[in-house]
């Protein structure tokens, strides 16, 4: 362990303390929390992957975990919104960044998958930070493969990412969810999209959205229904089973999160996407990323800070899981 003087609580080793270290000092860690080799066990590792050569459009999203972790440095030990210290009730530790194939696709798909495995053997949780969302079937397959069952999925995005091939190729930013269906690691009966809007290339594209198992909250149903009224149906549809959390911060409307590839107006406000997410406390969350943010296209920080912020929020909700 460095010298650090540190944020720490019933054992877990916490934050670099910025009452006592300037936040913006050395070296960014998720949060200034501790690296994995830091500490002698971990309840949830923060993970980056690197990797963006499944998108369809701007690239840059492989540059979004560091930029995630820059922007998490205000990050503070206590949430108020859910009364939690999730470094406190949790070792949250970062794990660094996965070292994928650039030019392989098939290869990088191995290696997430396989590194998210070694990276739960102990029982650890994982919150990823993208990366393009390719990454979310990986990450998937490992998550369903620790769960021992397929898990339910609770996916905020402007997109489906159901579609699938483009140019032939099936391992994409917008075909995840249906290869991880067609790969039956997916509970069919706990499927959500939220935040979806936007032009599509067919009514087909929701026709087969719909026969997969998806259910589909857009971004004008949070408008209309309002938070709490999609927060019951989503805690409904999910009950308890293992569920996993995918966030493409393009479900954010391009005013609250620019640096993203595939922008689309009308979307969610970083406020309403915080509160779904702390509407969910208590349900068995077994992992989460948060994709899509491409520093190039960001402003002032503002898809970053968004990112940080529904990644804190995602581990807090680790830590009141079922
Ligand atoms: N941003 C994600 N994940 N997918 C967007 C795919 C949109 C398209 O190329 O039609
Ligand atoms: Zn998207
Ligand atoms: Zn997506």
Redesign the pocket.
């Known amino acids: 362990m460095d010298n650090l003087p540190r944020v720490s609580a019933n054992g877990n080793t916490g934050p670099v303390d910025a009452a006592l270290v300037p936040r913006y000092a050395g070296a960014a860690t998720f949060a200034r929390l501790p690296r994995l080799d830091q500490v002698e066990r971990t309840d949830v590792a923060v993970v980056g992957v690197p990797f963006d050569s499944g998108v369809?459009?701007r690239p840059g999203a492989r540059f979004g975990g560091n930029h995630v972790r820059e922007a998490s440095r205000l990050l503070r030990p206590y949430n108020p919104a859910l009364d939690a210290s999730p470094f406190g009730n949790l070792q949250v530790a970062d794990a660094g960044d996965m070292a994928v194939n650039p030019f392989s696709i098939h290869e990088a798909i191995e290696t997430v998958q396989q590194n998210a495995l070694d990276l739960t053997g102990g029982g650890a949780r994982l919150l990823t930070l993208g990366g393009?969302?390719t990454i979310a079937l990986p990450l998937l397959r490992a998550a369903a493969e620790r769960a021992g069952t397929p898990v339910a999925l609770l996916h905020f995005?402007a997109?489906l990412?159901t579609w699938d091939t483009y140019f032939g190729a099936e391992y994409t930013?917008?075909t995840p969810f249906r290869r991880a269906v067609e790969e039956g690691i997916l509970d069919t009966d706990a499927l959500s999209h939220v935040g979806t809007r936007g032009p599509l290339y067919g009514k087909k594209d929701l026709e087969e959205d719909r026969r997969f198992g998806f259910g589909i909250v857009t971004s004008s149903d949070v408008l209309r229904q309002g938070v709490d009224e999609v927060v019951a149906k989503l805690r409904e549809r999910i009950g308890d089973r293992p569920l996993y959390i995918s966030v493409?911060i393009?479900v954010l409307d391009p005013a609250h999160a620019p640096g993203t590839?595939?922008p689309e107006a009308g979307g969610l406000t970083s406020r309403e996407l915080l509160e779904i997410l702390r509407g969910l406390r208590g349900l068995n969350l077994v992992g989460a990323d948060v994709v899509?943010v491409a520093p190039a296209y960001d402003h002032a920080d503002i898809t970053a800070v968004a990112a940080s912020h529904v990644a804190y929020d995602l581990i807090t909700l680790m830590g009141l899981s079922a």
């Open positions: 369809s459009y393009d969302h995005d997109h990412d930013h917008g493409d393009d590839g595939t899509e």
